[in-house]
């Protein structure tokens, strides 16, 4: 089964930091592009970050540029998000998702997601 999991979501004070991994079940991440994505309650989904097959290359959202970081161990099959200086409105449902390229707007593996909760 192809498969996408994500892990590390929790409750955190304001301030407080994270990391969400996302890892691949019945595939090889090394050959796409994983983009994080957030939902929070009442929003509609926006994109986070993405980082490229390589690693070479990623990107962020104006609101978490500086303070959240992905990367990726393609030994591990695994993709993180580090998210520091957490603030209230962090709070929603993380999502992984696997593309061919970030700038492909096709993803085609989501996780189910997991829950961040920034609040004191």
């Known amino acids: 089964q192809l498969q996408l999991v994500e892990s590390g979501g929790g409750l955190v004070q304001p301030g407080g930091s994270l990391r969400l991994s996302c890892a691949a079940s019945?595939?090889?991440?090394?050959?796409?592009?994983i983009g994080w994505f957030r939902q929070a309650p009442g929003k509609e989904r926006e994109g986070v970050s993405c980082i490229s097959r390589s690693g070479g290359t990623t990107n962020y959202t104006d609101s978490v540029k500086g303070r959240f970081t992905v990367s990726r161990d393609n030994v591990q099959n695994t993709v993180y998000l580090q998210m520091n200086s957490l603030k209230p409105e962090d709070t929603a449902v993380y999502y992984c998702?696997?593309?061919?390229?970030?700038?492909?707007?096709?993803?085609?593996?989501w996780g189910q997601g997991t829950q961040v909760t920034v609040s004191s």
């Open positions: 019945g595939f090889t991440l090394n050959y796409y592009a």
């Open positions: 998702a696997a593309s061919f390229s970030c700038s492909d707007s096709v993803y085609k593996y």
